[in-house]
């Protein structure tokens, strides 16, 4: 099952510029994650905000979540052509076990 | 870098076969999990184990059998797979799976084909 959706679902952006994703989530949460997948490669696990957050920073990394409008944000600023990757957000859903449920995903492709 | 191992990288095998993936994690963590992904399309779950026993199976085909020996290790044992079984199964792990905040680290996957 899915729980997010992101948009868009692509983003194609120059070196330098700055990058905002987009989720949007069906249940309540406990806590939202984001993570970057690289082609054809693992996730890498980037921010956790939980629900009693609004916003969190983490380096060049923005995440914003609003929990009235089921919605979070994702910002890059300053992109690098290495950040070029698939980014899903994550939210877990508690059911007695920490069950990890991924949005639709947004493909960003950074150009030098 | 990662700190969940996946073995192998890549597999091929026939619908006939009989194969296992295998994951391995020394950061203590108690919960351990096996995701499903094809391609273009978010991870999906397929099942947790907490403190070594299956607490979550999402419904999953019966030909995939997990197995969880120990702590540290994860293998997802593989037979009488069809053809769109192919994809990415990605092994990941957390501190434990009943607390909810905990971050959940993933590996870099096994690409399994099946022809």
């Known amino acids: 099952s899915q729980q997010g959706e992101e948009d868009p679902q692509a983003l194609s952006i120059q070196e330098g510029e700055n990058a905002t994703m987009n989720c949007s989530y069906k249940?309540?949460?406990?806590?939202l994650q984001w993570y970057r997948q690289n082609s054809g490669r693992g996730l890498v696990h980037l921010i956790l905000?939980?629900?009693?957050?609004r916003e969190k920073h983490s380096g060049r990394l923005r995440v914003t979540l609003d929990t009235s409008k089921k919605s979070s944000s994702l910002l890059i600023t300053a992109s690098r052509a290495a950040d070029t990757a698939s980014y899903f957000c994550?939210?877990?859903?508690?059911?007695?076990?920490?069950?990890?449920?991924f949005g639709t995903g947004t493909r960003l492709l950074v150009s030098p | 870098d990662t700190e969940v191992t996946q073995t192998p990288k890549h597999l091929v095998m026939g619908m006939t076969n009989k194969k296992s993936l295998k994951c391995e994690q020394h950061?203590?963590?108690?919960?351990m999990y096996w995701y499903k992904q094809k391609a273009k399309k978010p991870p999906e779950l397929m099942f947790v184990?907490?403190?070594?026993?299956?607490?979550i199976n999402e419904s999953v085909p019966s030909r995939f059998s997990p197995e969880c020996p120990n702590s540290s290790l994860l293998n997802l044992h593989l037979h009488a797979l069809q053809p769109e079984d192919s994809a990415l199964y990605l092994c990941?792990?957390?501190?434990?799976?009943?607390?909810?905040?905990?971050?959940?680290?993933f590996g870099e996957g096994s690409w399994l084909t099946v022809v």
């Open positions: 990941a792990s957390s501190q434990g799976s009943g607390t909810p905040g905990n971050t959940i680290y």
């Open positions: 905000i939980r629900s009693n957050e």
């Open positions: 184990y907490s403190y070594e026993k299956l607490s």
């Open positions: 249940t309540s949460i406990n806590n």
């Open positions: 994550a939210t877990v859903v508690n059911t007695g076990f920490q069950k990890l449920v």
């Open positions: 950061m203590g963590h108690r919960a």
